[in-house]
């Protein structure tokens, strides 16, 4: 019996196997790359600053206390502004790229600063339980860049709404780093990646090209 999925369905699915594949690369190929071009750390964050029934607060500080880092002041300001002013979408993701100061920041203090004293939370894979915690742990303050990660599969293009978020985004003095899945062959396991990132406003065009 041949069955064919509902149109939407298969676009769900495709756009979660691209997002899978993208996933792994990050983790195993990206990543690694740009440790050896000389960033300390390097996170890749789903955890959606955009979700209407999300009611945490202070999701950047929560971000870092999870991950045991502390961002210095032009860093949180950084994440902030992004999140906050210059992003109108939910994108794919985050890539954090981290370079430590040499500085530390004992976490009851780093508590203490962000409000976040008598908090616990689980928030994909960013949670925090107090009580399993020495507020004298040292947490190493980092700054860094945040590039915004974008997934599309086959001929998918970027939609008017997104093209002028991530408009915004760059002329703000941040990356997008696209993603473009081509699909060759489920059979055979075959698949084509295409990696662009967008450091210019004036290179910010359909995704993919033609």
């Known amino acids: 019996m041949r069955y064919c999925l509902p149109k939407r369905e298969l676009n769900d699915w495709k756009g979660g196997l691209a997002e899978r594949i993208v996933q792994l690369y990050i983790k195993n190929e990206l990543i ?6 000389g960033w300390d750390e390097v996170i890749f964050s789903k955890e959606t600053w955009f979700d209407e029934l999300m009611v945490l607060e202070k999701p950047e500080e929560r971000f870092f206390i ?19 002013q ?25 508590l ?24 004298k ?9 945040i590039e915004v990660v974008e997934v599309k599969y086959g001929k998918s293009n970027l939609p008017p709404e ?35 990132v967008i450091a210019n406003p004036k290179d910010l065009k359909t995704f993919p090209a033609a």
Do not use: M
Not at 32 to 37: E, M, N
Not at 172 to 192: A, P, Q, T
């Open 32 to 37: 690694p790359r740009l440790k050896s071009q």
């Open 66 to 84: 999870s991950n045991g880092l502390f961002p210095d002041e032009q860093f949180l300001l950084s994440f902030q502004r992004l999140t906050k």
């Open 86 to 110: 210059l992003l109108s979408n939910a994108p794919d993701g985050f890539l954090v790229k981290l370079k430590k100061t040499g500085e530390v920041k004992l976490l009851g203090h780093a």
């Open 112 to 135: 203490k600063e962000f409000g976040l004293e008598a908090s616990s939370w689980n928030w994909g894979n960013c949670s925090f339980e107090p009580s399993q915690h020495n507020k």
């Open 137 to 145: 742990e040292k947490l190493p303050v980092v700054g860094g860049e």
């Open 162 to 196: 997104q093209k002028g978020s991530y408009t915004h985004v760059v002329s703000g003095g941040h990356r997008v780093r696209f993603f473009n899945v081509i699909i060759r062959s489920l059979d055979k396991n075959d698949f084509e990646l295409v990696e662009k």
